[in-house]
């Protein structure tokens, strides 16, 4: 059974910054885009980066300078790199592995990340 596993979040302050990773596994991560989507109380999941498998970055206006996607294929991991953060990027963020053809999708089960003003 595929599995993502999220980790790195946690309470920082604001303009603090936090590292966020995501492990595949029994994945041929390679051939998947990943993205990183957050969920805030309340509010609607919403993309914030996504790294296509050619390593095509696209990010959320509000995100953009601050955060940064990348990936290891070898590590089958995701990264998302969060720096000048805000108290408004408090959420549960998400890893989504989908593959290049649409289908299958996997998701993860969530790391809270909480930024204190």
């Known amino acids: 059974q595929v599995q993502l596993v999220e980790s790195g979040g946690g309470l920082v302050q604001a303009g603090g910054s936090l590292r966020l990773s995501c492990v595949g596994s029994?994945?041929?991560?390679?051939?998947?885009?990943m993205g990183w989507y957050r969920q805030a109380p309340g509010k609607q999941r919403e993309l914030v980066a996504s790294?296509?498998?050619?390593?095509?970055?696209n990010y959320k206006d509000s995100v953009k300078g601050r955060f940064t996607i990348s990936r290891d294929n070898a590590k089958n991991t995701v990264y998302l790199q969060m720096n000048s953060l805000k108290p408004e990027d408090t959420a549960v963020y998400y890893c989504?592995?989908?593959?290049?053809?649409?289908?299958?999708?996997?998701w993860g089960q969530g790391t809270q990340v909480t930024v204190s003003s």
């Open positions: 790294i296509s498998r050619l390593s095509i970055r």
């Open positions: 029994r994945i041929m991560f390679s051939m998947y885009h």
């Open positions: 989504n592995a989908r593959h290049w053809s649409g289908s299958p999708e996997y």
